[in-house]
């Protein structure tokens, strides 16, 4: 069974094969804030070939504070972010994991950028949680990328 979601307006759906939750994070970082205007963002690192997106898109690129290029997609009409891409993560897409029909049932595997954390978040007990970015093999291994 696909796992299914989409924009806040119904104008971009899209199906991700696979039939399981993906992992989600959470970044806490000034920039996800502002970009989400939320307190944090909720992401998914998903197979591109696994993602089947209809609906037209408006992008946006930028470099990353690293260097790195990347594309943010989101719904031409409503301007819901969607998912990005990042030239570092060739073959993966980051969905932006409240956009899942079943968002209520995710549970992150991690928080990061918890410096910058909004006072008022409480994090859960036993759940990784990072100052900073993750450490890239310790990212991979929660994030279940490859
Ligand atoms: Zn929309
Ligand atoms: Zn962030």
Not at 30 to 59: D, H, I, K, N
Request: charged letters at 15%.
């Amino acid at each position: 069974m696909a796992i299914s979601g989409g924009c806040r307006c119904g104008a971009v759906r899209y199906l991700l094969a696979g039939g399981e939750l993906p992992r989600v994070y959470c970044c806490h970082c000034r920039a996800c804030q502002s970009w989400s205007s939320s307190a944090f963002t909720e992401q998914a690192p998903v197979r591109e070939s696994e993602l089947t997106v209809s609906g037209a898109l408006a992008t946006f690129t930028y470099q990353t504070p690293s260097g790195a290029t990347s594309t943010h997609s989101a719904c031409a009409k409503c301007f819901s972010r969607v998912f990005n891409v990042n030239e570092r993560l060739p073959g993966y897409a980051l969905l932006r994991a409240g956009t899942l029909d079943d968002s209520h049932a995710i549970v992150p595997v991690a928080h990061i950028w918890t410096s910058a954390k909004q006072p008022w978040v409480v994090l859960p007990e036993g759940v990784p949680a990072f100052d900073e970015g993750a450490p890239q093999d310790e990212f991979r291994k929660l994030t279940g990328l490859e």
